[in-house]
């Protein structure tokens, strides 16, 4: 655990630290659509892809290396076992200057996340968690406190850039239930944390990239919380093209509640 923590700090060290706010013209690219992506990105991903191999010499579905060539994902089903990379998280935040975003990776072993880091450079902190085993900051063991149980006092961020106008609509309808309802923080390695730290109590998301969402999602339920489908299913990192929602709760009583309000079920 410690090994993986320290690859992903010097990597950020060597390649996107120095970078930040300092990104020179050409240096920035887009990628797809309204999504960007860094020489940052790229060079730590090839430095982490590569002393990750050296360490357990698996697969690495790096999220620009997917990028690139798609049918690497296909690893984190096909194999036994894949390092699963994302070198800024928070790329848009990073290009802009702002301090939300973080350098992650996981372990996946027959298709369920088994170990997850996410590091924050900004405030030097490192997120890991380890499955069946718990979750910790800096070495601090976290539990995650359960939430207000009024819902007019809970806190969270429903992502619906990727819903059509119609689910979109609906959701706004339902949300006013709650205490506060942001954004987010537009960087997946920022918001996990927040929950498992009491700084939010729910999060739903739509959009899934495994790179994204593979680290936090053992990190919160590895200290008590739920990472899971709308129909209840636990969250398991696959391929690029499931679209099928994901809600992440404090606890389990937060996700039933949450769920019913903002789902409808």
């Known amino acids: 655990m410690d090994k993986v923590a320290e690859i992903l700090a010097e990597a950020s060290a060597e390649a996107v630290e120095p970078r930040f706010r300092a990104l020179a013209a050409g240096e920035v690219m887009e ?14 991903e090839a430095i982490i892809a590569r002393r990750l191999h050296e360490l357990l010499p698996i697969p690495v579905v790096g999220e620009e290396a997917v990028a690139a060539d798609p049918s690497l994902a296909l690893a984190l089903r096909d194999e036994p076992a894949a390092w699963l990379v994302d070198p800024v998280d928070g790329t848009a935040n990073f290009v802009a200057g702002r301090p939300e975003y973080a350098v992650m990776c ?7 996340t088994v170990a997850s880091w996410i590091w924050q450079p900004a405030t030097a902190t490192t997120y890991c968690a380890e499955l069946g085993s718990g979750a910790w900051r800096d070495g601090v063991r976290l539990t995650r406190p359960p939430a207000p149980q009024d819902v007019a006092k809970l806190r969270g961020s429903v992502k619906s850039r990727y819903l059509d106008a119609e ?8 949300i006013a239930s709650f205490g506060e309802i942001s954004p987010g923080r537009h960087a997946a390695g920022i918001e996990y944390p927040d929950v498992v730290e009491g700084r939010c109590d729910f999060i739903l998301y739509w959009r899934t990239l495994p790179w994204d969402h593979a680290p936090g999602s053992l990190l919160v339920t590895e200290a008590g919380g739920v990472s899971a489908r709308p129909d209840g299913s636990p969250y398991r990192p696959e391929a690029p093209g499931c679209e099928d929602g994901l809600l ?4 389990p009583e937060t996700w039933e509640l949450t769920r019913s309000i903002l789902l409808g079920g």
Do not use: C, F, I, Y
């Open 31 to 44: 990628k797809a659509p309204g999504e960007v992506v860094t020489v940052a990105d790229r060079e730590a």
């Open 106 to 112: 996981s372990l996946v072993r027959s298709g369920r």
């Open 248 to 251: 992440v709760a404090s606890d």
């Open 167 to 174: 689910h979109r609509r609906r959701l706004q309808d339902n």
